[in-house]
């Protein structure tokens, strides 16, 4: 609930306020003496603090509420090692395309002329991870935190670093009365552009589209079209099939007819996918940003064979592929304003895109007794079709976002560009936060989900019912297959085995230990009709996914 603040308000305050009207409930982080104000005005301004283990893990919990609401996450840390610990977290986001506000203590600007303990140069060390960093400052408080959630939210999404020094905080300000700054309105490409598209769709008889996380984060924008919904119209209409990148999985149901699934890292898929992708006439990259993708598929069709239309949020400066045609606007709008007047016709007439689905499903099945398909099996069909999921990295998040189904769009969060360890506990917890009414279950490999087993205390103390389902092989088992497959000695790669279920009841919670199909659907029944979190271990096999990703 709102208190109100001081009158005048503080910097902070003004602050606050700002990330309010964002639609900003929750803040994430570690205080210390710096950023008490911080915290203070935020819990006035009615956004919710809630305190963390590791900084690293605030930021994700805060994406984590990203994905939920739209409104931007807020990581706060204090200064030095509080805001250096959550570096990794914040260039994730700049990868992954998260739109984070981090709002970093400081010392006074004076003050670090003679005063040196924890003090560093914070604005250098977030430049080159973030969209933009700032300083606050009493003059102009307002319009920084204006920039700051502009900055993060539009165009392609993105972390902003605001330091914010002791002084500035508690200092009351009077912020002139000014104009909103109008947010940039969607757009469509000029006429003589979409003629040319028009032209391309209707003699296309084999287009595909590839979807990416610029459509996803374009679902946000209430300005925009329903990106879901005119996905699915265009799809139908033209009988195009959809290939989505892992993060834009669900923007079309995956049991949809035409959905041919996620793409990125398995080359097991990849040895069924590009080939479709070779075989289209008219490529269109909706949204496409090939962060997430392996090499596979940079440059991964025939200029001049065959057209590709890129309509994306930023020019391309990734140089992955060209396209023929390049659009910087409103994906959904576009797509719309591409289709006016074109008549459907037949396409894909011979049944590739059933017989491309008939090969994913024997590429991934779900038949085996026991072993990570099993258990990801195990979970998709015991747990509702409205059940968020979370991946961390490693080898069972490329079978993973093979196999795990979505019917909506987030239904699965992962970092996919940055691929980092130890984020799929506290991605989790922050969409069990904003939505603790849904089931969300996050899959860890052991050795990232040790990175975070201090979280379990906060899942706890925030009285959260998330499950968390662990692979425990005893090794990096992605790290390892490249090992055996580069004939290299092991080494570096193995550790001891661990009673997670132990870990999960030490930190307040339920847990099970699981090595059959059975034992697992048990454990996830007891889970669903817990008051508390569940930790599931589910013993594996070593060398589980030879031949599987």
Same mark, same amino acid.
């Given at each position: 609930?709102?208190?109100?603040?001081?009158?005048?308000?503080?910097?902070?305050?003004?602050?606050?306020?700002?990330?309010?009207?964002?639609?900003?409930?929750?803040?994430?982080?570690?205080?210390?003496?710096?950023?008490?104000?911080?915290?203070?005005?935020?819990?006035?301004?009615?956004?919710?603090?809630?305190?963390?283990?590791?900084?690293?893990?605030?930021?994700?919990?805060?994406?984590?509420?990203?994905?939920?609401?739209?409104?931007?996450?807020?990581?706060?840390?204090?200064?030095?090692?509080?805001?250096?610990?959550?570096?990794?977290?914040?260039?994730?986001?700049?990868?992954?395309?998260?739109?984070?506000?981090?709002?970093?203590?400081?010392? $006074?600007?004076?003050?670090?002329?003679?005063?040196?303990?924890?003090?560093?140069?914070?604005?250098?060390?977030?430049? =080159?991870?973030?969209?933009?960093?700032?300083?606050?400052?009493?003059?102009?408080?307002?319009?920084?935190?204006?920039?700051?959630?502009?900055?993060?939210?539009?165009?392609?999404?993105?972390?902003?670093?605001? $330091?914010?020094?002791?002084?500035?905080?508690?200092?009351?300000?009077?912020?002139?009365?000014?104009?909103?700054?109008?947010?940039?309105?969607?757009?469509?490409?000029?006429?003589?552009?979409?003629?040319?598209?028009?032209?391309?769709?209707?003699?296309?008889?084999?287009?595909?589209?590839?979807?990416?996380?610029?459509?996803?984060?374009?679902?946000?924008?209430?300005?925009?079209?329903?990106?879901?919904?005119?996905?699915?119209?265009?799809?139908?209409?033209?009988?195009?099939?959809?290939?989505?990148?892992?993060?834009?999985?669900?923007?079309?149901?995956?049991?949809?007819?035409?959905?041919?699934?996620?793409?990125?890292?398995?080359?097991?898929?990849?040895?069924?996918?590009?080939?479709?992708?070779?075989?289209?006439?008219?490529?269109?990259?909706?949204?496409?940003?090939?962060?997430?993708?392996?090499?596979?598929?940079?440059?991964?069709?025939?200029?001049?064979?065959?057209?590709?239309?890129?309509?994306?949020?930023?020019?391309?400066?990734?140089?992955?592929?060209?396209?023929?045609?390049?659009?910087?606007?409103?994906?959904?709008?576009?797509?719309?304003?591409?289709?006016?007047?074109?008549? =459907?016709?037949?396409?894909?007439?011979?049944?590739?895109?059933?017989?491309?689905?008939?090969?994913?499903?024997?590429?991934?099945?779900?038949?085996?007794?026991?072993?990570?398909?099993?258990?990801?099996?195990?979970?998709?069909?015991?747990?509702?079709?409205?059940?968020?999921?979370?991946?961390?990295?490693?080898?069972?998040?490329?079978?993973?976002?093979?196999?795990?189904?979505?019917?909506?769009?987030?239904?699965?969060?992962?970092?996919?560009?940055?691929?980092?360890?130890?984020?799929?506990?506290?991605?989790?917890?922050?969409?069990?936060?904003?939505?603790?009414?849904?089931?969300?279950?996050?899959?860890?490999?052991?050795?990232?989900?040790?990175?975070?087993?201090?979280?379990?205390?906060?899942?706890?103390?925030?009285?959260?019912?998330?499950?968390?389902?662990?692979?425990?092989?005893?090794?990096?088992?992605?790290?390892?297959?490249?090992?055996?497959?580069?004939?290299?000695?092991?080494?570096?790669?193995?550790?001891?085995?661990?009673?997670?279920?132990?870990?999960?009841?030490?930190?307040?919670?339920?847990?099970?230990?699981?090595?059959?199909?059975?034992?697992?659907?048990?454990?996830?029944?007891?889970?669903?009709?817990? $008051?508390?979190?569940?930790?599931?271990?589910?013993?594996?096999?070593?060398?589980?996914?030879?031949?599987?990703?």
């Amino acid at each position: 609930m709102k208190d109100l603040p001081p009158t005048p308000p503080r910097a902070a305050d003004v602050l606050a306020a700002r990330l309010y009207d964002a639609g900003c409930r929750f803040a994430f982080g570690m205080p210390g003496g710096e950023v008490l104000t911080i915290v203070d005005a935020l819990e006035r301004a009615g956004i919710r603090f809630i305190l963390c283990k590791h900084e690293n893990a605030a930021a994700f919990m805060a994406e984590g509420a990203w994905h939920r609401t739209g409104a931007p996450g807020i990581l706060v840390a204090t200064v030095g090692p509080g805001a250096l610990n959550g570096v990794n977290a914040v260039a994730n986001a700049h990868q992954d395309r998260v739109p984070l506000i981090v709002l970093a203590g400081c010392v $006074d600007a004076d003050e670090a002329q003679t005063y040196t303990h924890q003090v560093l140069d914070q604005t250098q060390v977030f430049r =080159p991870i973030t969209k933009a960093t700032f300083t606050l400052n009493t003059g102009a408080a307002h319009v920084i935190a204006d920039k700051a959630v502009g900055i993060a939210t539009e165009g392609r999404p993105g972390p902003v670093h605001i $330091d914010v020094p002791i002084t500035v905080a508690v200092t009351p300000v009077t912020p002139p009365v000014s104009v909103p700054r109008a947010p940039a309105e969607p757009v469509v490409p000029a006429q003589q552009s979409l003629t040319q598209m028009r032209a391309a769709l209707a003699a296309a008889e084999r287009p595909v589209l590839i979807v990416g996380v610029d459509a996803l984060n374009q679902g946000f924008d209430p300005r925009c079209q329903d990106m879901a919904a005119t996905l699915r119209r265009f799809v139908e209409t033209y009988n195009v099939p959809v290939i989505t990148t892992y993060k834009a999985k669900g923007l079309l149901p995956e049991d949809h007819p035409l959905a041919l699934g996620g793409a990125g890292l398995s080359p097991k898929a990849d040895r069924i996918l590009l080939p479709v992708v070779h075989r289209a006439d008219l490529i269109i990259g909706l949204g496409y940003d090939p962060i997430e993708m392996r090499t596979g598929w940079r440059d991964f069709y025939y200029p001049g064979i065959q057209t590709m239309i890129d309509i994306t949020a930023e020019p391309n400066h990734h140089y992955m592929h060209q396209a023929t045609t390049n659009v910087i606007g409103d994906c959904a709008a576009t797509l719309t304003a591409m289709s006016d007047g074109i008549e =459907p016709r037949t396409t894909w007439a011979d049944g590739e895109i059933a017989k491309a689905r008939a090969d994913l499903a024997a590429a991934f099945p779900t038949d085996e007794d026991w072993g990570p398909a099993a258990v990801i099996d195990t979970c998709r069909a015991a747990l509702p079709r409205d059940a968020l999921a979370t991946a961390d990295s490693g080898a069972h998040r490329i079978l993973l976002s093979q196999m795990w189904a979505c019917y909506e769009p987030r239904g699965l969060m992962q970092s996919s560009a940055l691929c980092t360890m130890g984020c799929a506990v506290p991605l989790a917890m922050g969409a069990q936060v904003a939505e603790p009414d849904r089931t969300v279950v996050s899959f860890s490999g052991d050795a990232g989900f040790l990175m975070v087993a201090g979280e379990l205390s906060t899942a706890a103390e925030l009285g959260l019912r998330t499950i968390f389902v662990v692979f425990v092989d005893a090794s990096l088992a992605l790290i390892e297959l490249k090992q055996r497959q580069r004939q290299l000695t092991n080494a570096g790669v193995d550790f001891a085995k661990h009673d997670f279920a132990a870990i999960g009841r030490a930190f307040g919670g339920a847990g099970h230990t699981v090595s059959s199909r059975a034992e697992l659907r048990a454990a996830l029944d007891a889970a669903r009709s817990a $008051d508390t979190f569940t930790v599931i271990a589910a013993v594996i096999d070593r060398g589980a996914y030879d031949g599987r990703i």
